[in-house]
């Protein structure tokens, strides 16, 4: 029987994967150089603004097709992924430069959303799709952004960030989980892991894999917070001391 993947479908890791997975790092570096050399000056505002409405211009009319007839699926087509959320926040944190909203991007941006890109699970046409385009687009944007107001704008992560994150992702886990009980749908794979390999194979059964994702979260988000907060710390003894 023969079991090879058709030319037009997306392979983890074939061609395609490690085409996106190498433009992702060469733009995260250029946004980072960028960020720098604009710090303190008006321009800067202008750059994260106008990044603000790229983010908007491209994920607006991909979430307009979904609710379209033609493609509608309860189980894909509601805003419910976490992903959804943070391309909101991600915009938003762009524009207004909210602490609250640029936090948020840091943790879900460089923690949750590479899940996707070393694992994605995307069982879609390969480039130029429009699935294979919207479903990297949008798990690129974000660690990019991340990147760009964190080491580029140069805004801090704090334990405050952290935990208003943890009580905005602890509200739609919770939000999510029963409207996917009620519907029969698996948004953030809050109610069984995804058909494809992923990390949450490592975590255990259903619901024990929830809980145990939920300790890595707050243990990885501690461990990506205390650099940043004990850098300030030092400085501040170092002021102190002076």
Same mark, same amino acid.
């Given at each position: ?30 946004l980072v150089v960028a960020g ?20 908007? /211009?491209?994920?607006? =009319?991909?979430?307009i097709r979904l609710l379209t007839? !033609?493609? #509608?699926?309860? &189980?894909?087509? +509601? %805003? ?40 994605? /699970?995307?069982?879609? =046409? ?7 385009? !919207?479903? #990297?687009?949008? &798990?690129?944007? +974000? %660690? ?62 259903? %619901? ?35």
């Amino acid at each position: 029987m023969d079991t090879a993947v058709p030319p037009d479908v997306f392979v983890p890791y074939g061609t395609t994967h490690w085409i996106v997975l190498g433009i992702g790092l060469v733009v995260a570096v250029l946004l980072v150089v960028a960020g720098r050399a604009l710090r303190g000056h008006p321009a800067a505002t202008t750059f994260a603004r106008g990044f603000a409405i790229a983010i908007l /211009a491209f994920e607006i =009319p991909l979430q307009i097709r979904l609710l379209t007839p !033609a493609v #509608w699926d309860i &189980h894909i087509s +509601l %805003p419910l992924q976490l992903s959804d959320l943070a391309w909101m926040t991600a915009a938003y944190a762009l524009w207004s430069g909210r602490r609250w909203a640029c936090a948020a991007l840091y943790y879900w941006g460089l923690t949750l959303t590479p899940q996707a890109l070393f694992t994605p /699970a995307l069982d879609a =046409p390969d480039f130029p799709h429009v699935d294979f385009v !919207a479903f #990297w687009g949008l &798990h690129l944007l +974000l %660690p990019w952004a991340a990147i760009y107001l964190t080491w580029g704008a140069g805004v801090r992560p704090t334990w405050r960030g952290m935990r208003t994150t943890l009580a905005i992702t602890g509200v739609w886990a919770a939000l999510t989980m029963t409207f996917n009980a009620v519907a029969g749908t698996n948004y953030g794979f809050l109610n069984h892991k995804p058909n494809n390999p992923s990390l949450l194979d490592l975590l255990g059964p259903w %619901p024990w894999y929830v809980a145990v994702e939920l300790v890595l979260v707050v243990v990885g988000w501690s461990l990506i917070t205390w650099p940043w907060t004990r850098a300030r710390s030092d400085v501040a003894e170092l002021d102190h001391d002076r």
